[in-house]
Structure formats: C-alpha cells, structure tokens
C-alpha cells in the first residue's frame, strides 16, 4: 500500500510504496535523464574529470556527486 511521503530531492509530497529515501516521479525521471547525460559523456571521454563533465553537461557538480556515491559513475 503506498502513502504520501516528502520526496527526498525537492520535498514535495508525493505517493509511494516506500517509506523512507524516496524521490518523486519528477525527480526519479530527471535522475535517469541526467545519468544518460553524465553516462553518453563518459563513455565518449573516459579520462574525464568531474570538473569537465560538469561544464560541458550543464549536471551540477553537487548532482554529479551523487551518482559517484551511488557508485553509478566512476570519475577522477
Ligand atoms: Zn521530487
């Protein structure tokens, strides 16, 4: 049964089947999107640092950050 929850990206109030670390619809589409991004990127410049793949990515390095510590990227 899902209940209403604050999503842990923007806050807002959403549904889910989760209690806890749970992102809204919104944001969990804008995660995928955004890891393709970083993804495509690195696949094309693999020696890369996160600093480069910011700037040319428009992903914010604090957005970045958080692929690396779901270890869904690996980056310098
Ligand atoms: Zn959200």
Redesign the pocket.
Known sequence: MSKMIN??????L?ASAQSVNS??????ERYHEMFEIIRQYISEHPNCTIMELAANTNVSIKSISVYTEDEKICIR
């Open positions: 999503c842990t990206n923007c806050g807002c959403h992102a809204c619809h919104k944001c969990q």
